[in-house]
C-alpha cells in the first residue's frame, strides 16, 4: 500500500502537437506503455460527489487499485496492489481485495460491496524527466473517442505550474483545460 500526495499539471494537446512532442523527445508510439483503467462508483455517484475517483489499472507489470482523494494542491492517492484474480473478481462485483483502500473508502461513509464498474479508458503512455519533474504523454481511447494529453508531474505546486507554462510555451502550444480523464469518460459515456 503506498499513500501518496500527486501534484500534477495538464493540458490537452492535438494529435499533431502530441506527435511533434513525441519527436522533440526520440519517442517512437511503439514504446508506449499500455494501460487499461477500469473506473468505479456506486449507483448514485458517491465517489464522484466527493470529488474522488476509484480505478483499477492494468499494466503489463501490475495491476493496482488506486482511490483518489481531494488535498489541497492535488490530490491524495491510496494505492493497493492487486492479483489478477482479485482484480477480476473486483470487476464482476466478487468482492474488494484492497484493504488500504477499503479504510479510506469506509471513512468517506462509502461501502465497497456498492461499488460498481462503469467504463473503461486505455492509455498509451510516455514519460520524460524534466526539470525536477515528469513530463507523461498519453494518448487515450474510450468508446469511439480518442484524445491527447500532457501532465507534468511535480513535488511543489508553485515551481511546476511556472515550469509547466514555459515549457508549453516554448513548444508553441496553446493552453488547454484538461479535464480528468475519468471525467472525460464520464462526459463520453453521458453524451446524447
Same mark, same amino acid.
Given at each position: ?19 511533434? *512532442?513525441?519527436?522533440?523527445?526520440? +519517442?517512437?508510439?511503439?514504446?508506449? #506503455?499500455?494501460?487499461?483503467? #477500469?473506473?468505479?462508483?456506486? /449507483?448514485? !455517484? ?17 495491476? %493496482? ?8 494542491? !492535488?490530490? $491524495? ?13 473486483m470487476l464482476n462485483g466478487e ?12 471513512? *468517506?461513509?462509502?461501502? /465497497? ?12 503512455? *510516455?514519460?520524460? /524527466?524534466?526539470?525536477? !519533474?515528469?513530463? =507523461? +504523454?498519453?494518448?487515450?481511447?474510450? !468508446? ?6 500532457? %501532465? $507534468?508531474?511535480? %513535488?511543489?505546486? =508553485?515551481?511546476?505550474?511556472?515550469? +509547466? ?8 502550444? /496553446?493552453?488547454?483545460?484538461?479535464d480528468k480523464k475519468i471525467a472525460?469518460? =464520464?462526459? $463520453?459515456?453521458?453524451?446524447?
Amino acid at each position: 500500500m503506498t499513500k501518496e500526495l500527486e501534484i500534477e499539471y495538464k493540458n490537452m494537446l492535438t494529435k499533431d502537437e502530441y506527435q511533434r *512532442l513525441l519527436s522533440h523527445f526520440n +519517442f517512437t508510439y511503439q514504446e508506449a #506503455h499500455v494501460q487499461v483503467n #477500469h473506473y468505479f462508483d456506486t /449507483p448514485d !455517484g458517491q465517489l464522484r460527489k466527493q470529488k474522488c475517483a476509484l480505478r483499477i489499472r492494468q499494466t503489463d507489470k501490475e495491476i %493496482e487499485c488506486t482511490l483518489k482523494t481531494p488535498a489541497p494542491d !492535488g490530490n $491524495y492517492e491510496i494505492t493497493d496492489e492487486l492479483t489478477e484474480e482479485q482484480a477480476a473478481a473486483m470487476l464482476n462485483g466478487e468482492g474488494f481485495f484492497a484493504p488500504e483502500v477499503t479504510e479510506t473508502l469506509e471513512s *468517506l461513509n462509502i461501502a /465497497p460491496a456498492d461499488l460498481q464498474p462503469f467504463g473503461t479508458l486505455t492509455t498509451r503512455r *510516455l514519460e520524460a /524527466p524534466h526539470e525536477e !519533474g515528469l513530463l =507523461v +504523454f498519453d494518448h487515450s481511447e474510450y !468508446g469511439t473517442e480518442e484524445d491527447y494529453e500532457l %501532465e $507534468y508531474e511535480t %513535488e511543489d505546486a =508553485v515551481k511546476g505550474k511556472e515550469r +509547466f507554462e514555459q515549457f508549453l510555451k516554448e513548444h508553441h502550444i /496553446p493552453a488547454r483545460p484538461a479535464d480528468k480523464k475519468i471525467a472525460r469518460l =464520464v462526459k $463520453y459515456l453521458t453524451r446524447d
